[in-house]
């Protein structure tokens, strides 16, 4: 990756979609990001939905100090419940969208995760 490549916290958990997950992944490291993917589990390996593995690079308490272009969360059920769950992942998106960087989120992760954490109040949501 060159030095100007745009930073990306793509953040996992047990029961989150894997297509939504994997192909936020792919696309963005095809554009040339880099992508760091944190588990929000305890390990580095999530259970996602449909019996499929995925194995992060990172834990996302690693990643707490770490500043991000982009934070982006995959959605499905319960993953999005788990991230919502995760105090850190909070915490670090809190901090992103204070700083007026970009979060995004797919699925069930903008009701379930941004809007209990109160970062879609006041703003126009675009869904496709």
Same mark, same amino acid.
């Given at each position: 990756?060159?030095?100007?490549?745009?930073?990306?916290?793509?953040?996992?958990?047990?029961?989150?979609?894997?297509?939504?997950?994997?192909?936020?992944?792919?696309?963005?490291?095809?554009?040339?990001?880099?992508?760091?993917?944190?588990?929000?589990?305890?390990?580095?390996?999530?259970?996602?939905?449909?019996? /499929? @593995?995925?194995? !992060?690079? #990172?834990?996302?308490?690693?990643?707490?100090?770490?500043?991000?272009?982009?934070? *982006? %969360?995959?959605?499905?059920?319960?993953?999005?419940?788990?991230?919502?769950?995760?105090?850190?992942?909070?915490?670090? /998106? @809190?901090?992103? !969208?204070? #700083?007026?960087?970009?979060?995004?989120?797919?699925?069930?992760?903008?009701?379930? *995760? %941004?809007?209990?954490?109160?970062?879609?109040?006041?703003?126009?949501?675009?869904?496709?």
């Amino acid at each position: 990756m060159s030095s100007t490549s745009k930073k990306v916290l793509v953040p996992v958990a047990n029961g989150s979609e894997p297509i939504e997950s994997v192909i936020t992944i792919d696309v963005l490291r095809r554009s040339g990001a880099d992508v760091t993917v944190a588990s929000v589990e305890k390990q580095l390996r999530v259970d996602a939905c449909h019996g /499929v @593995k995925i194995v !992060a690079d #990172a834990l996302v308490s690693d990643c707490r100090d770490a500043v991000f272009d982009l934070i *982006a %969360l995959p959605g499905g059920m319960p993953g999005a419940t788990n991230l919502k769950e995760s105090e850190v992942l909070e915490s670090i /998106v @809190k901090k992103q !969208a204070s #700083a007026g960087r970009l979060y995004a989120a797919v699925c069930a992760s903008p009701a379930v *995760a %941004l809007g209990s954490w109160g970062l879609l109040k006041g703003l126009k949501v675009r869904v496709r």
